[in-house]
Protein backbone atom coordinates (compact mmCIF):
# COMPACT_ATOMS: atom_id res chain seq x y z
CA UNK A 1 0.00 0.00 0.00
CA UNK A 2 1.29 3.20 -1.00
CA UNK A 3 0.42 7.02 0.62
CA UNK A 4 -0.29 9.59 -1.68
CA UNK A 5 0.19 12.88 -1.10
CA UNK A 6 -1.60 15.53 -2.87
CA UNK A 7 -0.25 18.99 -3.72
CA UNK A 8 -2.24 22.00 -2.39
CA UNK A 9 -2.11 24.67 -5.10
CA UNK A 10 -1.53 27.89 -4.78
CA UNK A 11 -4.09 30.14 -4.19
CA UNK A 12 -4.75 34.11 -5.84
CA UNK A 13 -3.54 35.29 -2.41
CA UNK A 14 -0.13 33.71 -2.40
CA UNK A 15 0.70 34.16 -5.82
CA UNK A 16 0.19 37.84 -5.47
CA UNK A 17 2.32 37.78 -2.91
CA UNK A 18 5.04 35.75 -4.26
CA UNK A 19 4.63 38.65 -7.06
CA UNK A 20 4.70 41.51 -5.30
CA UNK A 21 7.80 39.59 -3.23
CA UNK A 22 9.43 39.42 -6.32
CA UNK A 23 8.50 43.06 -7.60
CA UNK A 24 10.16 44.68 -4.15
CA UNK A 25 13.05 42.42 -4.91
CA UNK A 26 13.54 43.42 -8.51
CA UNK A 27 13.41 47.57 -7.16
CA UNK A 28 15.22 47.03 -4.04
CA UNK A 29 18.05 45.55 -6.08
CA UNK A 30 17.49 48.37 -9.10
CA UNK A 31 17.39 51.25 -6.35
CA UNK A 32 20.73 50.22 -4.51
CA UNK A 33 22.36 49.88 -7.65
CA UNK A 34 21.45 53.10 -8.61
CA UNK A 35 22.49 54.38 -5.02
CA UNK A 36 26.15 52.94 -5.67
CA UNK A 37 26.26 54.63 -8.93
CA UNK A 38 25.12 57.75 -7.37
CA UNK A 39 27.50 57.58 -4.48
CA UNK A 40 30.27 56.86 -7.20
CA UNK A 41 29.34 59.88 -8.97
CA UNK A 42 29.47 62.10 -5.60
CA UNK A 43 32.78 60.46 -4.06
CA UNK A 44 34.68 60.89 -7.26
CA UNK A 45 33.45 63.93 -8.66
CA UNK A 46 31.69 66.26 -6.83
CA UNK A 47 30.95 69.17 -9.23
CA UNK A 48 28.41 66.73 -10.99
CA UNK A 49 25.87 67.96 -8.74
CA UNK A 50 24.41 71.22 -8.48
CA UNK A 51 24.70 72.57 -4.97
CA UNK A 52 22.12 75.23 -3.90
CA UNK A 53 22.57 78.37 -1.35
CA UNK A 54 20.43 78.80 2.06
CA UNK A 55 19.81 74.98 2.23
CA UNK A 56 18.92 73.93 5.53
CA UNK A 57 20.60 70.58 5.37
CA UNK A 58 23.94 70.92 3.93
CA UNK A 59 25.92 68.30 3.57
CA UNK A 60 29.69 67.52 2.17
CA UNK A 61 28.89 65.58 -1.04
CA UNK A 62 31.75 63.33 -0.77
CA UNK A 63 30.14 62.45 2.63
CA UNK A 64 26.64 61.85 1.02
CA UNK A 65 28.48 60.30 -1.55
CA UNK A 66 29.44 57.37 1.15
CA UNK A 67 25.91 57.35 2.74
CA UNK A 68 24.09 56.94 -0.34
CA UNK A 69 27.04 53.77 -1.24
CA UNK A 70 26.99 52.22 1.57
CA UNK A 71 22.88 52.03 1.39
CA UNK A 72 22.97 51.13 -2.26
CA UNK A 73 25.52 47.55 -1.04
CA UNK A 74 23.12 47.05 2.04
CA UNK A 75 19.78 47.17 -0.64
CA UNK A 76 21.57 44.79 -2.57
CA UNK A 77 22.10 42.37 -0.49
CA UNK A 78 18.69 42.85 0.96
CA UNK A 79 17.31 42.28 -2.51
CA UNK A 80 19.43 39.07 -2.96
CA UNK A 81 17.60 38.02 0.05
CA UNK A 82 14.40 39.03 -0.58
CA UNK A 83 14.64 36.69 -4.17
CA UNK A 84 15.07 33.86 -1.47
CA UNK A 85 11.86 35.00 0.28
CA UNK A 86 13.54 35.51 3.57
CA UNK A 87 11.51 36.95 6.66
CA UNK A 88 14.80 39.08 7.63
CA UNK A 89 15.38 40.53 4.27
CA UNK A 90 11.69 41.82 4.37
CA UNK A 91 11.73 43.13 7.69
CA UNK A 92 15.45 44.78 6.27
CA UNK A 93 14.08 45.53 3.15
CA UNK A 94 11.35 48.18 4.68
CA UNK A 95 14.14 49.83 6.86
CA UNK A 96 16.57 49.97 4.04
CA UNK A 97 13.97 51.62 1.81
CA UNK A 98 12.38 53.87 4.53
CA UNK A 99 16.44 55.18 5.01
CA UNK A 100 16.60 55.11 1.13
CA UNK A 101 13.53 57.69 1.47
CA UNK A 102 14.98 59.60 4.29
CA UNK A 103 18.86 59.81 2.23
CA UNK A 104 17.07 61.57 -0.80
CA UNK A 105 14.72 63.58 0.65
CA UNK A 106 17.75 65.68 2.41
CA UNK A 107 19.35 64.88 -0.61
CA UNK A 108 16.44 66.57 -2.94
CA UNK A 109 18.18 70.09 -3.72
CA UNK A 110 21.09 68.95 -5.10
CA UNK A 111 19.57 66.23 -7.76
CA UNK A 112 15.27 66.97 -7.08
CA UNK A 113 13.45 65.03 -9.74
CA UNK A 114 15.77 62.15 -9.54
CA UNK A 115 15.34 62.08 -5.16
CA UNK A 116 11.31 62.44 -6.34
CA UNK A 117 11.77 59.18 -8.40
CA UNK A 118 13.78 56.94 -5.99
CA UNK A 119 11.75 58.54 -2.79
CA UNK A 120 8.44 57.40 -4.85
CA UNK A 121 10.00 53.59 -5.79
CA UNK A 122 11.26 52.97 -2.51
CA UNK A 123 7.56 53.74 -1.26
CA UNK A 124 6.15 51.44 -3.53
CA UNK A 125 9.19 48.59 -1.98
CA UNK A 126 7.82 49.09 1.00
CA UNK A 127 4.19 48.79 0.31
CA UNK A 128 4.83 45.20 -1.58
CA UNK A 129 6.57 44.75 1.15
CA UNK A 130 4.01 45.02 3.71
CA UNK A 131 1.04 43.90 1.71
CA UNK A 132 1.99 40.36 0.92
CA UNK A 133 2.64 38.64 4.35
CA UNK A 134 4.47 35.37 4.69
CA UNK A 135 1.86 33.33 5.65
CA UNK A 136 0.60 33.38 2.43
CA UNK A 137 3.89 31.08 0.77
CA UNK A 138 3.03 28.05 2.39
CA UNK A 139 0.87 25.32 0.94
Excluded at 20 to 46: E, K, N, P
Aim: charged share 10%.
Amino acid sequence: MTATHTAHAPSTKQHWAAGLTAFAAVMLTITGLLAIFRGIMAIAQDDVFVNTRNYVFQFDLTGWGWVHLALGVVAVIVGMGLFRMSTWARVAGVGIAGLVIIANFLSLPYYPVWSVVVIAASGFIIWALCVGREDFYGP
